[in-house]
């Protein structure tokens, strides 16, 4: 079984793919938006437990207002089109970020898909739309600060007051369109992913491209700080000799 159980995807390249063709970069949008079913369908059909795609980060908001309408529209037709699909395939719907800039009429599509689609079990489907992972952390520690009164926060509290904690950290993050950066996108879950950068933008992005980056992936050695077992023993007991002549506490990394 795949070790990759969240994928988040960053879909970057389409206005660049559209200036390549001499077109206006909300083409590249509408290309790109029309591929986002088929990779929905490929996370689907492997198992993949969640996929988290990049949709409008707080950044977008400075673009220009045709090219944030594109958007806001493209995310309005997916939905109609879409939401049958999306309830027959048994996927949970959801949009992470703050939504206040989107049109009464986008809002309620996008709520009612979520309440008809919360009790879903299949693939967690989230569109990242008016999200920024900055503005996570601060709303996750705004949100604790309430909550956790009287004792240090940890960890675990931490991510149980993400937005959408049952999520889990991302497992692969993708990045289309020849760029290698995070762009403020998943910024706590990310710690220990998979990064794959590709050249591809993403109105060319592919269900083959994708499926193939999965199963690399999944031959890769994930440690998560840790060593192979076997090298794990050797370091440890060194480690365990060194802190016993030491008779110094250290902290594992
Ligand atoms: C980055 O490309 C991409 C975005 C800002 C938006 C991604 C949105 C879509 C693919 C369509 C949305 C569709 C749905 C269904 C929600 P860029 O414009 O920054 O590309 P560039 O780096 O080439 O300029």
Not at 26 to 48: F, L, P, Q, T, Y
Not at 116 to 130: P, V, Y
Not at 207 to 226: A, L, S
Request: charged share 35%; proline share 2%; aromatic share 10%.
């Amino acid at each position: 079984m795949s070790s990759i159980k969240h994928v988040a995807i960053i879909m970057d390249g389409n206005g660049r793919w559209a200036e390549g063709r001499s077109r206006q970069r909300v083409w590249g949008h509408v290309r790109g938006s029309s591929i986002v079913s088929d990779i929905v369908e490929e996370a689907d059909d492997r198992g993949i437990e969640a996929l988290t795609l990049y949709a409008f980060s707080t950044e977008n908001w400075s673009r220009p207002l045709q090219e944030i309408n594109t958007l806001f529209s493209l995310l309005k037709k997916f939905l109609l089109k879409e939401k049958k699909r999306i309830i027959d395939n048994n996927i949970r719907f959801k949009v992470m970020g703050k939504l206040d800039g989107l049109p009464e009429e986008t809002k309620k599509i996008i709520k009612d898909l979520e309440n008809e689609t919360k009790d879903l079990n299949g693939l967690k489907l989230t569109f990242a739309f008016g999200y920024g992972g900055r503005s996570e952390i601060i709303d996750t520690v705004n949100r604790l600060r309430e909550e956790v009164k009287d004792r240090d926060v940890t960890e675990e509290d931490f991510s149980k007051y993400l937005y959408q904690p049952e999520l889990g950290d991302v497992d692969l993050l993708i990045r289309t369109g020849g760029d290698q950066r995070i762009s403020n996108f998943l910024l706590w879950q990310v710690a220990y992913a998979e990064l794959y950068f590709t050249e591809t933008p993403w109105p060319d992005f592919s269900r083959k491209e994708f499926g193939e980056i999965i199963e690399k992936v999944t031959t890769r050695e994930r440690r998560f700080g840790y060593v192979k077992e076997c090298e794990g023993f050797k370091i440890s007991s060194l480690w365990a000799k060194k802190n016993k002549d030491s008779s110094h506490s250290k902290v594992n990394q």
